[in-house]
């Protein structure tokens, strides 16, 4: 089990950017970068850390799904029913 945690914590430090952006830039960022993505664009050439940000925190990650299932809905004109 140690030796998987470790294998974890170097595969993250091997994966740190330049540049990243905390929670709360992601967070600012999450309605434009979904958004993107409704209208058949691919954000992650114009916000790389958004997408590098979210491959690496649950939370955000949450937060990104929660945001597409609403606005899948809202396009649908159907009510939502995401927590």
Not at 24 to 29: R, V
Not at 57 to 79: D, K, S, W, Y
Request: aromatic fraction near 8%.
């Amino acid at each position: 089990m140690i030796e998987k945690s470790w294998h974890i914590l170097l595969q993250s430090a091997l994966e740190t950017e330049a540049y990243e952006i905390n929670c709360i830039e992601c967070f600012d960022l999450l309605d434009q970068y979904a958004e993107f993505i409704l209208e058949g664009g691919n954000p992650d050439e114009i916000m790389p850390t958004v997408r590098q940000h979210l491959d690496h925190c649950n939370c955000c990650t949450h937060e990104f799904e929660a945001l597409m299932v609403i606005l899948q809905e809202a396009a649908r004109g159907q009510p939502s029913t995401a927590p």
